[in-house]
């Protein structure tokens, strides 16, 4: 089986209209690509009974998406699912729906595996947030491998940003700090099951966008859906 990574925050509009629903809302995802392409890691390891060994592209995506039929957004997602991928048969655009991050992504449908407890769900969130005022291609990708290593257990990382080290230390002592509690992170799903869930959070300022859009990102728009460096069956 192939798998295609990619993973969650959303722009803060987005993530703030999601926490006033208690009801699902639709997300429709028209176009995505990359931020950066200028880091690979192989994730390795054990996870849940799978032996991994794919070399990939340690960054989050831009997507163009909207929330109930309104406005299109740019939206900078971090992927917290490894176990499928953004099919490109049915991708963009795919119908998403909102949701909360309680379990790893191991089952057969992503949004369903092992379960997660409240504090690491909510260090993924705070991991995702800190893309606000931590945007270069560098911690993007320390963020995004963080991320990774925090959700599964028994998952390594060979290669990539030198700076996930220092995210993992952010998240565990963010995670010190609020040993109680009991909220999930919010995060969307296909509504099929079969495509990537992404973890919900906060964007980077306006001026930081387009700096993100015009530089480094543009580069990953070449490659689209294409997280996947090397697959292996």
């Not at 509504?191 to 580069?219: C, D, H, K, R, Y």
Request: proline share 3%; charged share 10%; with cysteine.
């Amino acid at each position: 089986m192939l798998h295609k990574l990619l993973i969650g925050a959303v722009a803060a509009t987005g993530a703030m209209a999601l926490a006033a629903s208690a009801q699902a809302s639709s997300v429709l995802i028209s176009a995505d690509h990359l931020a950066t392409t200028a880091y690979t890691t192989v994730l390795g390891g054990t996870v849940d009974g799978t032996a991994f060994n794919l070399n990939v592209y340690e960054s989050p995506d831009v997507l163009t998406a909207s929330f109930d039929g309104g406005p299109s957004q740019q939206l900078l997602v971090f992927c917290v699912d490894i176990f499928h991928f953004f099919d490109p048969a049915n991708t963009p655009p795919v119908l998403y729906q909102t949701g909360l991050l309680k379990t790893d992504s191991s089952g057969s449908i992503s949004g369903t595996g092992v379960a997660l407890s409240p504090l690491i769900s909510g260090e993924i969130g705070y991991l995702a947030s800190l893309a606000q005022t931590n945007n270069s291609a560098l911690d993007l990708a320390g963020i995004q491998g963080a991320i990774w290593l925090t959700e599964y257990s028994g998952l390594t990382l060979t290669g990539g940003s030198s700076q996930v080290a220092h995210f993992q230390a952010l998240g565990a002592a963010w995670a010190g700090a609020h040993a109680g509690n009991t909220t999930y992170a919010d995060a969307i799903y296909s509504v099929a099951g079969q495509n990537q869930g992404f973890v919900l959070s906060g964007a980077p300022e306006p001026a930081t966008w387009g700096l993100m859009i015009a530089g480094f990102g543009m580069a990953g728009a070449m490659l689209r859906r294409r997280r996947l460096v090397t697959a292996t069956a």
